[in-house]
């Protein structure tokens, strides 16, 4: 059984951490459910392949990255909380350990199973998050070194339906690259995402993750990584020969300009990528502005069953040099491989090694002398030819290492990009309106179409945007803000008549004219139309004493929005009909009036009526009797032997409350 067997269910590192059930295994790893039993909280607790902690080396690496990753405190970092190894006594000693943060969701991995390729919105929404922990990481010295699906998690957040992207295992690949049990010619990563010189020379550096990302945006927007193959070493081969094609390839709807910064990202030498995470967000938040694409929420996919995630810790054989370079055999992750040169690559001559020196014997001198002398007219000879034959090159192909800025205007911008590339030039692209050239096509160039430059170098590429657009200037926008949100698109401001508006502020935008979006020459006149305002109101007409129906019909005749204040006792209005209004009657007005409506019931009369209709009439009013008299309820009986009700108090006509009782009075009673 391996210490990361699902049988350390129920252990206790440390004695804090639980062990509760498994979430995924891999290679070199599990991760667990677990919770820390001091703070009563869950955790996701990583459990390391004993082999490693085995190992000096990387138990101190191990330290090291732990603590370095720990200090991000990034909202789309994966908290670290605690690192551990058991101690000898226990008896799961050897067992080296992370706890982190929880993440309730799944993985990008899990997402991509789900949907397939991504709409452009939704990789911006991953994307910007990735790119932002990096740019933490990056920040305080730290490379992630292992960018990937399955290290992007995405957990439940407290919008409804969304979810919050975070990147995970910062540092954990150089830490097991430390481990004695790994070689120098092993690569530890995903070979998928590997950069170039990460599969060279094991090189690990900023911009190493940057390329790492640029594949992932490839992969989120096609629906695959640029390389397959099926060995890892076929993939690995054409990472470190081969440029990453446009994913424009494979989504001709994709933006040019999104496709040429996930090309410039990848690009295979690194000073060509963006210098750092940081840079390269700068650049997407840049691009998907110019596009005006919304943020997106990022749906929150099931997590697979236990098991079924790779790991972090990966390993490919090391190419020493650009010839002998290996691949990827599927975009999840290697597995340990010997080096091979994949089938249909160029041979890889051997190094050469130096021959075992032998013992001559003493009686050769003269022969070895002579050996001697051959070997050096030889090597003479072959300087000699070395440098002449240098020198006839320097003259013959002096011009290889210089190029022509070929003709770009009117080609589009990613023909553009392909051309100076082709001829082993850079660009750096610009924009700028045009009332002629159509969007997305060059306009014109610096240096001009011919002129020489040193391969490299970069040539500035104007592109269209096309004419411009009616910004969306919302309604209530200060005529300031509108002002430079038309300015900006090279349109001028004019105003027109204000008008009265009960939704925009007085001073504020009330309406633009053409309306957004419409396109126009540059320099075109605008119109913005400001609001005065609420238009001013009559007073508050009286309506008290009215039906509450009536009443509200008035008021809005005269404009206003009468709305329901509630009842109340009047003395002096009857039921269901108007108390009050506020404003009150003839004052000023506003657009809104609060109305009162009496619920005062009117005290009908029962005089010399019997003494049980009387009772019966006041009680279907709303008001509760008190009666003396009457006799039996039959009529009859009673004071002066009348039957009938001679008194009431209140009197016939009086407005009284509801439940007011009504006191009923024979003859002498």
């Known amino acids: 059984m391996t210490r990361t067997d699902p049988l350390l269910v129920g252990t206790l590192l440390d004695g804090r951490y639980r062990v509760d059930r498994l979430l995924a295994k891999g290679g070199m790893s599990a991760v667990y459910r677990g919770l820390d039993t001091r703070l009563d909280r869950p955790v996701a607790i990583k459990i390391m392949d004993p082999r490693f902690a085995d190992d000096r080396s990387f138990v101190d690496r191990f330290v090291r990255e732990a603590r370095s990753a720990a200090q991000l405190h990034h909202p789309n970092v994966v908290s670290v909380h605690d690192q551990g190894f058991a101690t000898p006594a226990d008896p799961d000693a050897g067992l080296a350990f992370l706890v982190m943060e929880l993440v309730q969701g799944g993985t990008l991995r899990d997402l991509l199973a789900e949907q397939g390729r991504l709409d452009v919105a939704l990789a911006f929404a991953v994307a910007e998050p990735v790119l932002s922990a990096l740019a933490a990481a990056h920040a305080a010295g730290l490379v992630h070194r292992d960018v990937k699906p399955e290290n992007v998690l995405i957990g439940r957040s407290g919008q409804v339906g969304g979810g919050v992207v975070k990147v995970g295992d910062f540092g954990l690949v150089r830490a097991v690259a ?251 692209y610009s924009q700028e309106f045009s009332n002629t050239v159509p969007a997305n096509t060059v306009i014109k160039t610096s240096p001009a179409e011919g002129t020489k430059l040193d391969q490299n170098a970069t040539v500035s590429v104007v592109v269209s945007k096309g004419r411009p657009k009616v910004p969306d200037v919302r309604v209530g926008a200060s005529l300031g803000e509108a002002t430079k949100a038309i300015q900006g698109q090279q349109l001028t401001v004019t105003q027109g008549t204000p008008e009265y508006s009960d939704t925009a502020p007085e001073g504020s935008v009330l309406s633009v004219n053409p309306t957004a979006g419409t396109a126009v020459d540059i320099g075109s006149a605008v119109t913005l139309v400001l609001s005065k305002g609420p238009e001013p109101l ?115 006509g009086t407005l009284v409350a509801k439940g007011t009782k009504v006191h009923i009075r024979g003859w002498g009673d």
């Open 178 to 428: 430390s481990a004695g049990t790994t070689s120098s010619s092993v690569i530890l990563g995903t070979v998928a995402y590997l950069s170039p010189e990460q599969v060279g020379t094991g090189a690990t550096t900023a911009r190493g993750d940057v390329y790492a990302t640029g594949i992932l945006l490839y992969e989120m927007l096609t629906g695959r990584v640029p390389y397959v193959g099926d060995t890892a070493l076929s993939v690995a081969y054409r990472h470190v020969n081969d440029d990453v094609p446009r994913p424009g390839e494979l989504r001709p709807d994709l933006p040019a300009a999104l496709d040429e910064l996930i090309v410039r990202a990848t690009r295979r030498d690194p000073e060509l990528r963006p210098a750092d995470a940081g840079e390269f967000l700068t650049e997407l938040q840049a691009v998907r502005a110019q596009l005006g694409i919304e943020p997106a929420t990022v749906p929150v996919p099931p997590p697979p069953d236990a098991g079924h995630v790779s790991d972090t810790e990966q390993t490919l054989p090391r190419i020493p040099s650009v010839a002998e370079t290996m691949p990827v055999s599927g975009p999840r992750g290697t597995r340990a491989l010997t080096r091979a040169v994949p089938a249909g690559a160029p041979p890889v001559p051997p190094p050469p090694v130096p021959p075992a020196p032998r013992k001559e014997p003493p009686e050769e001198p003269k022969r070895r002398s002579r050996g001697k002398l051959i070997a050096l007219v030889v090597a003479g000879v072959l300087v000699l030819g070395g440098l002449i034959g240098g020198f006839a090159f320097m003259l013959t192909d002096s011009g290889s290492t210089t190029s022509n800025v070929p003709r770009l205007v009117g080609l589009t911008q990613a023909a553009a990009g392909d051309a100076l590339r082709a001829a082993q030039l850079n660009p750096r």
């Open 538 to 652: 009559p007073p508050v007409p009286d309506v008290t004493g009215r039906p509450k129906d009536e009443a509200f019909t008035l008021l809005r005749q005269y404009g206003f929005t009468p709305v329901d204040g509630g009842e109340e006792v009047s003395q002096t209005v009857p039921l269901g009909s108007v108390t009050r209004t506020d404003p009150a009657a003839n004052s000023p007005g506003t657009k809104q009036v609060k109305v009162w409506v009496s619920n005062s019931v009117q005290v009908p009369d029962v005089r010399f009526k019997p003494f049980d209709e009387a009772a019966q009439i006041l009680k279907d009013a709303g008001l509760d009797v008190d009666r003396k008299g009457g006799g039996n309820g039959n009529g009859n009986g009673g004071h002066g032997g009348f039957g009938f009700v001679l008194q009431q108090d209140p009197q016939p």
